[in-house]
């Protein structure tokens, strides 16, 4: 069992829920181990690739964490041998993107952390599993995007880290089945079951560059702004509409970003389109978001922005990057 942590989007890891792990869609710690180090490299790739179009930059290192707390008793050793962890109290990195600062340091999956910087690994607030992870994040992002970083791995084993600049975003992936992601301005949490549904890596970097234009473009700050309802009432009126907005921005923005990361723009139509045509989708269209049909369509005219660009020879540059238009 995983502790899942909840939506972030409601509270940021205030409390924490037992899920299933294995649910209908991994079964085996290894299956999620394999999960957590796909999205590590696209979440790496889109960040650093696309960082010139950022408005605001963190270190970036390649790297998802993971820690003991988050596993039942029972099931603990299982899941720790999964990742090759041998302590069963320190936070450990649980994936690690190719070709990345934590990959040039040698870092490996499974390696403990028990110091940063010289001090020993923050607690975090509270008692909750996602407690220490929460804490390092948050401490590891708001360092200078250049810093080098000192990681003590217990028993004397002292790892250098210098990081790369990134767009602001951190990566985790959360136990549920169903295919779903969100953003929060900060962190960018993905359902396992998303990472299921995905044909390919294509496919999962334009769900991920969807929820990484979200923090991009400051949605959640824009959306508190002008006072929109996150209840019931979200669903209706100025409400839906302003999500709507969002939404339609993240998808263009989600195009140009596989493209400075090297995927194929073409991949956010492809999974649009069998994510409106899965089976089990709700019978009635949310009013916070575009149809299906209609946003393949924007998606498509992005790709074939991008396409004339390339053929005219002319460098990239996000439409939205600049001057995003206003809520209202």
Not at 211 to 234: C, P, T, Y
Request: one cysteine or more; glycine letters at 8%.
């Amino acid at each position: 069992m995983l502790r899942r942590a909840p939506s972030l989007l409601v509270a940021l890891l205030l409390a924490a829920t037992s899920a299933p792990v294995m649910a209908g869609a991994a079964t085996s710690y290894r299956d999620w181990a394999a999960i957590e180090a796909r999205v590590a490299t696209i979440g790496f790739r889109l960040t650093t690739a696309n960082a010139a179009w950022c408005p605001a930059h963190q270190p970036q290192f390649g790297w998802i964490w993971s820690d003991p707390r988050l596993y039942d008793a029972d099931r603990r050793p299982e899941a720790l041998a999964a990742y090759g962890a041998s302590d069963r109290d320190a936070p450990f990195i649980a994936a690690i993107a190719p070709a990345s600062p934590a990959a040039a340091a040698g870092m490996r999956v499974g390696a403990a952390v028990v110091g940063i910087q010289g001090a020993p690994v923050p607690e975090g607030d509270g008692d909750h599993p996602f407690a220490r992870i929460t804490a390092i994040e948050t401490s590891l992002a708001a360092l200078p995007p250049g810093a080098r970083l000192a990681l003590d791995g217990g028993e004397g084993r002292a790892i250098d880290i210098a990081p790369v600049p990134g767009c602001v975003s951190d990566f985790r992936v959360e136990p549920s089945a169903k295919p779903g992601a969100v953003a929060d301005g900060r962190m960018v949490l993905v359902n396992y079951g998303l990472a299921q549904f995905a044909t390919h890596d294509d496919e999962l970097a334009a769900a991920i560059a969807h929820e990484l234009a979200h923090n991009i473009l400051r949605h959640r700050d824009r959306l508190d702004a002008v006072g929109v309802d996150r209840g019931l009432a979200r669903q209706f009126g100025r409400n839906a509409r302003l999500f709507r907005q969002t939404e339609v921005e993240a998808d263009r923005l989600s195009v140009w970003l596989l493209a400075g990361a090297g995927y194929d723009p073409a991949a956010a139509a492809r999974f649009w389109t069998r994510f409106g045509q899965r089976k089990g989708r709700p019978l009635l269209q949310a009013g916070t978001h575009p149809r299906w049909r209609d946003r393949v369509a924007s998606l498509e005219a992005e790709a074939t922005a991008i396409a004339a660009a390339r053929a005219a020879g002319q460098p990239l540059h996000p439409p939205l990057i600049d001057a995003p238009p206003p809520l209202e």
